[in-house]
């Protein structure tokens, strides 16, 4: 159920943390993996790693026509984990317009954007998956996050009905949500004690998120193993939304 040999897949995002992680578990189980990320150096270096399997595109998601392109050079992938996001941490009555749109185009509009246009390729060929990165901070609220706590909700909502319309037509559409992980996103929340102390009380689990935690919920949801799971946002989390 896990074997991905002679499959292919795209994740977005793929220079760092959770989506590096992602790209070489799924390179590990037999995929071709495209990578993509604004980051081009960081790409180029981790593609090189493997270059029996991986594939680096470089792209923007807040650009649509970049997003096109990404879109294009996949093609008729099998797997699109469309990961690649930006945290925005700012008081509200601080909030810049130009920091509210950049982050709602990446995280929203142009992961929704490249889902359709990937998604059209998997309905033309009656199967595949989607998989997003949401956010716990879906579910709960986090000072100074209200903007991308908005985009993360917005995107398990827009799984729901995209998994409604494609369900029908053989294509899976569902989201990881991470809880508190160990990558360069959140650096500055994992260095200041008092927060990295106060959050840990939080996590009935003890510890917080690596990479590989949300590498594996991915797969989970790729695989066949979820073949009747859609329209599903899984929160790996360590238990911090449960009280
Ligand atoms: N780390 C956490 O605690 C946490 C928690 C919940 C959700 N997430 C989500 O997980 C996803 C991955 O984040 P991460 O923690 O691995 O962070 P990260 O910063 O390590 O990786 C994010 C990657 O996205 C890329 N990226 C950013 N903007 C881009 C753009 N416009 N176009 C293309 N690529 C772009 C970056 O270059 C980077 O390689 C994000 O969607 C993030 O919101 C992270």
Redesign the pocket.
Known sequence: MFDFTGRSVCV?????????ATAALFADLGATVFV????EE?LNAFAAERPDRLRAVA????ELA?VEQLAHAVGAVDVLVN?????LYEPLSELRWADLSHVIS??LT?AIALSRLVGQNMVARGRGAIVH?????AYNGAEFRSV?AAT?AGISQFVKTAALEWGPKGVRVNCV??????????QHLLQDPASHAESLKRIPLGRF?Q?QD?ANAFVFMASDAAAYVTGHTLVVDGGWILP
Do not use: E
């Open positions: 977005t995002g793929a220079a760092s943390g959770i989506g590096r993509a990320d604004r980051d960081a792209f923007d998601q807040s970049s990961n690649a996001g930006v945290l990446v995280n142009g990165t949401g956010s716990q901070l991308y993360k949500a991470p809880g508190r992980t160990l990558t360069p996103l959140n998120g990479p949300m």
